[in-house]
């Protein structure tokens, strides 16, 4: 087992998680809105969302891996293409993060978790992400390749609920930092180009 892949990946998981997205600058409006409490029921969601995907891909990756290994190369190229194109539409999108809390309607916990949970099970983009993501990951040549999948999945939804609760409880904090240096999101787009290359090259040549 190597470990230094595990670690390779909770870094680039924590690296993903901090940048701007739908999904953190939604649990960020929520929290603001509504309290932490509902930002953190959001975060469960989304995290139990991934379940979903985390199984479609360990099935059907790790088929695929069994049948055919040049196939699987095909995947982790395809993967690698996917992030540059995703690094890509970040660089073509704007570095402005706004912050806009006026149309968010008041829901109860349990609405949030659901409203959370059926965002990220209906986003077809998470398991082409997950499928983009996972595969250069693998870290055991001995270790089913189910198993390495569900754990790679288990250590991205820690990862990002760790991250994401910490986004529901500072909400205050952070709503003020972005509206008082307008250009923080300049660098953090940046960032995520960063991060999106750096794992397309980590995945090919792995």
Known sequence: MQFEILISFCIATSLLAITPGPDNIYVLMQSIVNGRKY??????????GCIIHTSVVAFGASTILKQNPRLFFI????GALYLVYLA???????????LGSDAIPKKSVWQLFKQG?????LNPKVTLFFLALFPGFLFSETMNEVIQFYILGLLFMLVSFIIFSGIAVLAGIISDTIKKHKNIGIYLKWTQII???GIAVFIMIN
């Not at 930002?39 to 995290?47: E, H, K, Q, R």
């Not at 949970?117 to 099970?121: D, G, K, L, R, Y």
């Open 39 to 48: 930002g953190i029921a959001t975060v469960l969601g989304l995290m139990t």
């Open 75 to 78: 995947i982790k190229l395809f």
């Open 88 to 98: 890509y539409k970040v660089y073509a999108s704007s570095g402005n993060i706004e």
């Open 117 to 121: 949970f059926i965002m990220n099970v």
């Open 195 to 197: 991060v999106f290359i």
